[in-house]
T-cell receptor, first 117, second 116 residues
Framework: GAVVSQHPSRVICKSGTSVKIECRSL??????MFWYRQFPKQSLMLMAT?????????EQGVEKDKFLINHASLTLSTLTVTSAHPEDSSFYIC?????????????FGPGTRLTVL | QQQVKQSPQSLIVQKGGISIINCAYE??????FPWYQQFPGKGPALLIA?????SEKKEGRFTISFNKSAKQFSLHIMDSQPGDSATYFC???????????????FGKGTLLTVNP
């Protein structure tokens, strides 16, 4: 149980284009989904928190107009990197928290490797 | 202070040995402490978690020890295997003012290598 999927797993795009990454909770409903980015050999950096049906909350220093987050349902959140540049190349990972239950655990997706040329 | 300090940065252990990774925190509002395992190119996987009302939790070969007064917690991997070679992250969360999203604060990670 508690499976989170991401699509695509890997994307290569040209500078200036926009890329959409999907995050789905497959076997549970998630009140909250989180988006992280991770650079090589570094820890996870939280970018934003999204709750279904409301606006995402972005961490300090994260450009909300560049990283658009939509949480359309209790099982789907999307991250759109707009006008991507090479410095946006990174490993993007989403996580989801269960709707019910006492667990506070976040369950992570497999990640999306974005390479901007 | 919402930092979680993790050590060591890297660790090499022989097969069958015990791997120990330590974390320390400052904010006493943290009340949930999970450990995650991450293999290269994959997302982190929840290994085991503890709340501050217990001092130890064991699941298979993985044990969390928690010292509330010292604000420290550690992961012990017994009978370490080459397949345990991965990066391990400690984390902490708590209900802070402004919401109940229980954001995770991660340590910087420990690269564990278990030699055969």
């Amino acid at each position: 149980g508690a499976v989170v999927s991401q699509h695509p797993s890997r994307v290569i795009c040209k500078s200036g284009t926009s890329v959409k990454i999907e995050c789905r909770s497959l076997d549970f409903q998630a009140t909250t989904m989180f988006w992280y980015r991770q650079f090589p050999k570094q820890s996870l950096m939280l970018m934003a928190t999204s709750n279904e049906g409301s606006k995402a909350t972005y961490e300090q220093g994260v450009e909300k107009d560049k990283f658009l987050i939509n949480h359309a349902s209790l099982t789907l959140s999307t991250l759109t990197v707009t006008s991507a540049h090479p410095e946006d190349s990174s490993f993007y990972i989403c996580s989801a928290r269960l709707l019910r239950g006492s667990t506070r655990g976040q369950y992570f997706g497999p990640g999306t490797r974005l390479t901007v040329l | 202070q919402q930092q979680v300090k993790q050590s060591p940065q890297s660790l090499i252990v022989q097969k069958g040995g015990i791997s120990i990774i330590n974390c320390a925190y400052e904010n006493t509002a943290f009340d949930y402490f999970p450990w995650y395992q991450q293999f290269p190119g994959k997302g982190p996987a929840l290994l085991i978690a503890i709340r501050p009302d217990v001092s130890e939790k064991k699941e298979g070969r993985f044990t969390i020890s928690f010292n509330k007064s010292a604000k420290q917690f550690s992961l012990h991997i017994m009978d370490s295997q080459p397949g345990d070679s991965a990066t391990y992250f400690c984390a902490a969360s708590g209900m802070f003012s402004g919401g109940s999203n229980y954001k995770l604060t991660f340590g910087k990670g420990t690269l564990l290598t278990v030699n055969p």
